[in-house]
């Protein structure tokens, strides 16, 4: 949940709801005082917050306090709640997705040109608990094969770079087989990586 979003939410709706009220003035600087306090605590709650429940047991305090200050109505503040968290969804849907990077757009396109299925399909299967390995099926081997031969491509540009050795070279390719297979048969499941791959455990260059 943003902690700005939230303390915007409830700075604007409870400056609203005074103003309707027709709090005097008095009181009102009264209440942006004690608006402006509980805000700061839900912008940056304390560690005790954060243990509990973070920005959202800050914002609960800060309307329970504000009700029995009379300051606001529990239904007002029943109101607040819900347009801070109705603000908060809608920010977090309307945030841009990660982009994918040139590499492992590269990865997904051969994944799918193996398999001859759409990446957008692979990418629900795996989110659905199956593996790579699993989908692939009796195209598991051309899988692991394309998959070696594109991981064998980088290790040679590192090697052509200067960056690793041919000794060691030739022991990450004597492990390319291994990483791609447990690759493959790793469950991704939902909130994992974004790519059809599961996030690789990266091949350490080996000491000489």
């Given at each position: 949940m943003s902690k700005r979003t939230i303390a915007t939410v409830v700075l604007t709706t409870v400056a609203l709801t005074?103003?309707?009220?027709?709090?005097?003035?008095?009181?009102?600087?009264t209440s942006r005082t004690v608006v402006t306090k509980s805000i700061t605590k839900v912008s940056q709650p304390s560690a005790n917050?954060?243990?509990?429940?973070?920005?959202?047991?800050?914002?609960?305090?800060?309307?329970?306090?504000?009700?029995?200050?009379?300051?606001?109505?529990q239904v007002q503040a029943d109101a607040i709640k819900a347009a801070a968290l109705a603000a908060a969804e809608t920010a977090k849907a309307n945030r841009p997705a990660k982009a994918m990077s040139p590499e492992r757009a590269a990865k997904d396109a051969l994944i799918s040109s193996i398999l001859g299925i759409d990446s957008a399909t692979i990418k629900s299967r795996l989110q659905a608990g199956e593996t790579?390995?699993?989908?692939?099926?009796?195209?598991?081997?051309?899988?692991?094969?394309?998959?070696?031969?594109?991981?064998?491509?980088?290790?040679?540009?590192?090697?052509?770079?200067?960056?690793?050795?041919?000794?060691?070279?030739?022991?990450?390719?004597?492990?390319?087989?291994?990483?791609v297979?447990?690759?493959?048969?790793?469950?991704k499941g939902k909130g994992k990586h974004g790519g059809l791959m599961p996030a690789p455990a990266p091949l350490a260059t080996p000491s000489n």
């Open positions: 005074a103003g309707s009220l027709g709090v005097a003035n008095a009181a009102s600087k917050a954060r243990g509990i429940g973070g920005p959202a047991a800050a914002l609960d305090s800060l309307l329970s306090g504000l009700v029995t200050k009379g300051t606001i109505t790579l390995a699993a989908i692939a099926g009796s195209k598991k081997d051309a899988l692991i094969a394309a998959l070696v031969a594109e991981h064998s491509k980088k290790i040679d540009a590192r090697l052509a770079a200067g960056k690793i050795t041919a000794a060691q070279a030739t022991t990450l390719k004597a492990a390319l087989l291994a990483h297979s447990e690759e493959i048969n790793e469950v």
